[in-house]
């Protein structure tokens, strides 16, 4: 079945120390999608990339960055995680071909000691 | 800019029992809307979605929403919920025109539903 696939599900990294996200596609969309879930909030769009473009929100953090190497993988680096980072992070995708509806993977929960 | 409100954080219901989950939202221009469904420690699922056309929507596990332009609401109903509908529920509307389909989502619902 075709897909999203986020690894690990759950992530544990210590307080300043990088940690890289991955998620992976098997729908060949376009647009790749990274949120931020923190406990009993909406999802927050931290960035995406259409293709091999990169658009940043306005309020996401310099410590946040995104790396697309092909269509199928995207990976979130948190370059000095915080405390505050600590979160459900959900990758995403979509095609303009279907509405750009949007397809999510399972999450990655982070911990930050 | 567009926001989305969903009237209600919390909503206890008893399994049969018929539920509506409250959106609405404010956009100056058409919009795209969807409903998503997250289980504990689980992704967004999608639930429905209005695009154009019928203004009433329909999922394939009982939930139906209706879309109204003049009251910009878009809420969610089921007529008898079960113990597996518990989860929390996002209303999310895309504005129609972005080129890449930016969703932006209300702060959620948590539908419990009690035997």
């Known amino acids: 079945d075709a897909m999203v696939i986020q690894n690990p599900r759950y992530q544990v990294t210590q307080f300043g120390k990088p940690v890289t996200l991955s998620c992976s596609q098997t729908l060949n969309h376009n647009v790749m999608y990274w949120y931020q879930q923190k406990s009993s909030q909406a999802p927050k769009l931290l960035f995406h990339y259409y293709d091999k473009d990169f658009n940043n929100e306005a309020d996401t953090p310099d410590n946040f960055q995104s790396r697309r190497p092909n269509t199928s993988f995207c990976f979130l680096d948190i370059r000095s995680p915080g405390l505050g980072d600590a979160a459900m992070y959900l990758c995403?995708?979509?095609?303009?071909?279907?509405?750009?509806?949007?397809?999510f993977g399972p999450g990655t929960r982070l911990t930050v000691t | 800019a567009q926001s989305v409100t969903q009237l209600d954080s919390q909503v206890p219901v008893f399994e049969e029992a018929p539920v509506e989950l409250r959106c609405n939202y404010s956009s100056s221009v058409s919009v795209y809307l969807f409903w998503y469904v997250q289980y504990p420690n689980q992704g967004l699922q999608l639930l429905l979605k209005y695009l154009s056309g019928s203004t009433l929507v329909e999922s394939i596990n009982g939930f139906e929403a209706e879309f109204n332009k003049s009251q910009t609401s878009f809420h969610l109903r089921k007529p008898s919920v079960h113990i597996s509908d518990t989860a929390e529920y996002f209303c999310?509307?895309?504005?129609?025109?972005?080129?890449?389909?930016?969703?932006?989502f209300g702060q959620g619902t948590i539908l419990t539903v009690h035997p």
């Open positions: 999310a509307v895309r504005t129609g025109g972005t080129s890449y389909g930016k969703l932006t």
């Open positions: 995403a995708t979509s095609n303009p071909g279907t509405a750009y509806e949007q397809y």
